[in-house]
């Protein structure tokens, strides 16, 4: 869920081989010793990668043959975790949100194709031709062509109908339907359109109609629920080589895009129903299963290579449905979702042709196990021959930290050494807004300019010419150009590719 430029991504990523492990067979008392296989190479891997907690559940056949817990839910704490502790799913959540339309196709309060000003009058696009053919398709399949838009929702205090009304003030990146550009505010708005056309919150539709007819009676939609549950994981972070707790990011205001939190007992009930063609355990249908193969269709190709090689290394063909990846693995097809938010790495994936699927949850932020146990699980499953997994992310890895490195020292070097800021300092200091994504004030104190953007602040070290870098508590570091008017005035700032325009008077020199 998280953009990569709020937070980068780029775990140096090494797999550990394990023994194969068997088909379906029971937990328990008379455990095998082939799940005791999985165990030890769980093990190990959490202590190589520094991993506090880990769950796994795994759904073969309708029944939950493998639902464990590993480590600690806190490092301070010490407690265990269960296979009911809670764990933000983050972005694992958006198939419940494409299920939750399909279920509303299915009552025939909503179309996949229908307009979505239909639900929310005040919901518009920057350009013309998109805003007048919008429907819930482009939304639940990222082809609004409008890029990232997570500055609304990532640390600022704006309701969830305040981000969709600043939505038509953000240029496309990309032609109306031409490319795959994934958009967690487009889900949250998907969220909000079901909430009106169900009559009340995507919260309660998704309970009364989901969790509630599986018994995923543990799950929640709130990071502050999940912190007052009694079993609970902590979000956990690798800093200068020491893990450490960080606290939980609070993203309600956007929760249909990645707010759920579960335990992978209650996921194995989401998982066999996804497997089941929308029948629960009890027989009772949650989806038709017409409706939910539309969200296991794929919708639009994702183009290959870049961020994506760190979730689908040897994919044939990889497209979106609603709320899955679709990937064509091997031959098999698989329908998969990655979630990640501060602190928190989860995984579901569903084998079809096996009726098998899991989950996997951890408390440390991107860790690289996640990934390592779930294509290891997916070539057990599906008979294929062993890999090099270490070989294979080792090489990843290396070229995403050369890139990394290479940016670094490109944003720590000025191509122009010794310049000067063309006017002093005092000149700089103002209001700049942006009427999509708010205001940066730039403030003058004790002769050191110091930027604000919501909740992220601090001080502007000069980089060029007009060109600041911005060190910004729980943002990063991102380079801030101001830019000039005719007159030769200080008129815009530029942060992260987005203009802001002065207001008010220019501070004199």
């Given amino acids: 869920m998280k953009n990569r430029w709020i937070r980068t991504s780029l775990a140096i990523v090494c797999l550990l081989g394990f023994a194969a492990v068997a088909q379906a067979q029971s937990t328990g008392a008379g455990e095998s010793v082939q799940w005791q296989a999985l165990d030890s190479w769980i093990q190990a891997?959490?202590?190589?990668?520094?991993?506090?907690?880990?769950?796994?559940?795994?759904v073969q056949n309708g029944q939950a043959v493998y639902v464990k817990g590993f480590g600690v839910r806190d490092?301070?704490?010490?407690?265990?975790?269960?296979?009911?502790?809670?764990?933000?799913?983050?972005?694992?959540?958006?198939?419940?949100?494409?299920?939750?339309?399909?279920?509303?196709?299915?009552?025939?309060?909503?179309?996949?194709?229908?307009?979505?000003d239909d639900f929310i009058p005040f919901f518009h696009l920057y350009d013309p031709l998109a805003d007048e053919n919008v429907t819930m398709r482009d939304l639940l399949t990222h082809r609004t062509g409008v890029g990232s838009a997570d500055l609304l929702w990532y640390g600022t205090p704006l309701s969830l109908p305040d981000i969709i009304r600043r939505v038509r003030y953000i240029k496309p990146q990309w032609g109306f339907r031409a490319k795959f550009e994934y958009n967690n505010v487009m889900y949250a708005t998907v969220g909000y359109a079901e909430g009106q056309a169900s009559g009340g919150t995507w919260e309660e539709f998704v309970r009364s109609h989901i969790f509630e007819p599986l018994g995923m009676t543990g799950a929640d939609f709130s990071a502050i629920d999940a912190q007052n549950a009694a079993d609970h994981a902590t979000p956990h972070d690798e800093r200068d080589g020491k893990v450490v707790t960080i606290p939980w990011r609070n993203i309600d205001t956007v929760a249909p895009a990645g707010a759920i939190n579960a335990g992978v007992a209650d996921m194995a009930k989401w998982i066999a129903m996804q497997l089941n063609d929308g029948k629960a355990a009890n027989g009772q249908q949650i989806i038709s299963a017409r409706s939910l193969k539309e969200t296991h269709t794929p919708q639009i190709v994702v183009?290959?290579?870049?961020?994506?090689?760190?979730?689908?290394?040897k994919s044939l063909q990889l497209s979106y449905g609603m709320g899955w990846f679709i990937e064509d693995y091997g031959g098999h097809q698989i329908w998969l979702h990655p979630g990640d938010i501060d602190g928190f790495a989860s995984l579901v994936v569903l084998l079809p042709e096996e009726k098998t699927g899991f989950a996997i949850f951890a408390n440390l932020d991107h860790t690289p196990l996640r990934a390592g146990?779930?294509?290891?699980l997916i070539d057990e499953f599906l008979n294929l021959p062993e890999q090099d997994w270490t070989a294979h992310f080792a090489g990843v890895a290396e070229r995403?930290?050369?890139?990394?490195?290479?940016?670094?020292?490109?944003?720590?070097?000025?191509?122009?050494?010794n310049t000067q800021p063309s006017h002093e300092l005092a000149a700089y200091?103002?209001?700049y807004r942006s009427q999509g994504f708010g205001?940066?004030?730039?403030?003058?104190?004790?002769?050191?300019l110091n930027v604000k953007y919501f909740s992220f602040g601090g001080t502007l070290k000069h980089f060029q010419f007009d060109t600041f870098v911005g060190n910004m508590?729980?943002?990063?570091?991102?380079?801030?150009?101001?830019?000039?008017?005719?007159?030769?005035?200080?008129?815009?700032l530029t942060m992260a590719g987005i203009e802001f325009d002065r207001v008010g008077e220019q501070s004199a020199e």
């Fill in 45 to 58: 891997g959490m202590q190589k990668w520094k991993v506090p907690g880990l769950a796994v559940g795994i």
């Fill in 439 to 448: 205001d940066v004030v730039v403030t003058l104190e004790d002769g050191q």
């Fill in 75 to 116: 490092i301070t704490t010490g407690q265990p975790v269960t296979a009911n502790t809670l764990f933000d799913i983050g972005s694992c959540t958006k198939a419940f949100t494409a299920t939750a339309a399909g279920i509303l196709v299915d009552e025939g309060k909503m179309k996949w194709d229908e307009r979505v």
């Fill in 400 to 417: 995403f930290t050369a890139m990394e490195k290479k940016a670094e020292e490109a944003e720590a070097s000025p191509k122009y050494p």
């Fill in 303 to 313: 183009p290959q290579g870049g961020e994506f090689d760190l979730f689908f290394p």
């Fill in 429 to 431: 200091a103002g209001t």
């Fill in 473 to 492: 508590s729980g943002f990063g570091r991102n380079p801030i150009m101001f830019s000039l008017d005719e007159k030769g005035d200080v008129s815009k």
């Fill in 373 to 376: 146990l779930g294509y290891h």
